[in-house]
């Protein structure tokens, strides 16, 4: 996941999904989200990245879709007490 890259300095979850599933355990969605909702201020730079030539816009559409999925997955385990498993 391109969104790793822009992962801030001490992140916790973020460089896991480079190598691996993430499993976020219910105690720590807030945690996680904390380090997901930052990357919407900072798509243009992560995108401004890619691995494969793009446009820059087409690059950030993609990112947006891939990061609104867990983030939206975290808001709705936070509710009903849960986890989020990313893969």
Known sequence: MGITAGAPAGARFLPVLADDD????????VEFLREVT?????LDAVAATPRHPRRLAEH????????????????HAGVIGGGVLVW
């Open 38 to 42: 930052p990357l919407r201020d900072h």
């Open 60 to 75: 950030r559409e993609g990112l947006v879709r891939r990061l609104r999925n867990p983030e939206v997955a975290a808001l």
């Open 22 to 29: 993430l499993e976020v355990e219910a105690g720590d969605v």
